[in-house]
């Protein structure tokens, strides 16, 4: 059997991309490394073949681990993936999204292991665009506008320049923003529904707190998310880059509309200014053609069903005020 190693298999996406492997491809090996071993509750069949605890940052832990393993596949999740924690944290960001990545390919090239790669990217990496840009396209110019999209640029110049000089054998997403049951509530739909979950047990005020409501964003349900990681994997040309992301925007605003009447809830919106970005791009929509042209992927779940499901997923975690 192929073997696969994810970083930050611990995570949001960790948990589902192994739930979905279980599901259908059952003919890997599945292995992990994370600070903290995987606590998922939003996944149904969590069993993988083997863990390492380790700091990714720590390089001889790293060649020690993949000189061991000898990988098949390794899918690099591991990141710091807020862009406000990454104002918080220029470094911290900067560090956990490129020097680990540097670590994991560069031991790859040491240790001359024949291991395809997946770097996962994001859509801040194009920075503030035009309107007449849109959707955004592969070969549009990086421009990134916050210490989190700066990593996230570092790291993608890295595969290319290891695929290229190296050979090594690796493949790039510009992810746009992911939602689905098990997400933190730091992120924003997540915490939309969590508050709409929290209103309708009336722990909470029908007040509904936000930063920016007039932003939109490309969001991409977790479970399409996953599935297309998998088929970049085994099918993404080597030393591409690919948008995953659905090409359709939503408001803030749109979204919170959608939820009141989704389930019947009116709420006040209070706009909060500690919630709002240094700096923000008002529109980010993407183009998901070149990844339909070369792996035949587009996303098949509506937006309406990762609400309800996440939805669902925070009913059950948040107890009835009583």
């Not at 591409?240 to 989704?262: A, K, P, Q, W």
């Not at 970005?277 to 339909?292: A, E, T």
Request: charged share 20%; net charge neutral; aromatic share 10%.
């Amino acid at each position: 059997m192929e073997k696969i190693l994810i970083t930050g298999i611990s995570g949001f996406v960790g948990g589902h991309f192994v739930d979905f492997m279980n599901k259908n491809h059952n003919n890997f090996e599945i292995y992990g490394i994370s600070r903290n071993k995987p606590a998922w509750d939003f996944v149904s069949n969590p069993e993988f073949h083997g863990f390492y605890k380790a700091d990714i940052k720590n390089l001889q832990k790293i060649k020690s681990i993949i000189e061991d393993l000898q990988p098949n596949f390794i899918l690099h999740l591991a990141a710091q993936s807020s862009v406000a924690e990454s104002w918080n944290c220029p470094v911290d960001s900067f560090m956990n999204n490129t020097n680990v990545f540097l670590n994991i390919i560069d031991t790859v090239r040491l240790i001359n292991t024949k291991t395809r790669i997946l770097s996962v990217g994001s859509s801040e990496q194009y920075g503030i665009v035009d309107e007449n840009d849109l959707p955004l396209l592969e070969d549009m110019p990086l421009r990134p506008e916050n210490p989190y999209a700066v990593a996230r640029v570092s790291q993608e110049n890295l595969a290319r320049i290891y695929a290229k000089g190296y050979g090594l054998d690796i493949c790039c997403t510009r992810s746009f923003n992911h939602c689905g049951p098990g997400q933190k509530d730091k992120f924003v739909v997540s915490s939309i529904v969590k508050q709409f979950v929290q209103i309708a047990k009336g722990i909470q005020e029908p007040v509904l707190h936000i930063g920016n409501g007039a932003i939109i964003r490309d969001f991409v349900d977790v479970h399409d998310v996953v599935e297309v990681y998998h088929l970049l994997l085994t099918r993404g040309r080597r030393g591409e880059v690919y948008n995953v992301c659905s090409g359709i925007g939503r408001s803030i605003i749109e979204i919170i509309t959608l939820l009141s009447d989704m389930y019947d809830i009116n709420v006040e919106v209070r706009q909060e200014v500690s919630q709002i970005r240094p700096i923000d791009n008002p529109r980010i929509v993407g183009s998901n053609k070149k990844i339909y042209n070369d792996i035949g992927w587009k996303p098949k779940i509506s937006f309406e069903q990762s609400l309800r499901s996440i939805f669902n997923y925070w009913e059950c975690q948040i107890p009835k005020n009583m």
